[in-house]
C-alpha cells in the first residue's frame, strides 16, 4: 500500500504548475497520521501507550500492516514537526471524507489523548481545534470524547485521573 517514504514525502509537496492538487490516497493517510501524531505530541510525555493508540488507529483506519503503519508514523512525526498549522491536513480530509469518516478520525484522535489514562489542557485545545476545522458538530465532538474516555484502559484502573481531575 505504502511504496516507500519518498513517495510519501512527495504527496505533501505543493503541486506543480499547471499540475491538479487532487488528493491521493497517501495524501489523506499522512494526513490523517500527522493529526494523530499532533495529539500525541501534545501529550506532556509520550509514551508507549500514545504510540500504541496512533499505530491501532493507522491499522484500523487504513487497513495498513504494522510495518506500513511504522513507517507512516515515522514520516507523520517527521510531518508534524515541520508544520505550522493543521488547515492543510484538515482541509485534504474535508475535501475527501465523508462525516462518518472524520467523526471515526476524532474517535481515533480521542483514544491517543486517552491513552496514557489522563487529557491535559493542550491535548484537549488540540481536540478542539482540529475538529473545528473539521466541521465536526459539537455534539457528535462531545459523544465521541465520551466514547474514548470510557473505552480508555485508564477508565477501569482506579486511582488513575481522566479529564484532569484527581483520583
Known sequence: MLK?????????????????????????????????????????????????????????????????????????????????DFFGFTSKINGSFTMEQKLRMIEHMWRVAYADGTLSAHENHVMWKVSDLLHIPHGAYVSAKMRARDAAPAAAAPGRPIDGASP
Open 4 to 84: 516507500t517514504l519518498r513517495d510519501l514525502f512527495n504527496t505533501v509537496l505543493p503541486p506543480q504548475a499547471g499540475r491538479a492538487a487532487v488528493p491521493t490516497e497517501h495524501t489523506l493517510e499522512l494526513a490523517a497520521a500527522v493529526l494523530l501524531v499532533e495529539v500525541m505530541r501534545a501529550s506532556a510525555e509520550i509514551g508507549a501507550a500514545e504510540r500504541h493508540a496512533v499505530l491501532a488507529a493507522l491499522r484500523d483506519k487504513f487497513t495498513l500492516s504494522a510495518d506500513e503503519s511504522d513507517r507512516l508514523l515515522e514520516l507523520a512525526d517527521r510531518t508534524a514537526r515541520e508544520a505550522t
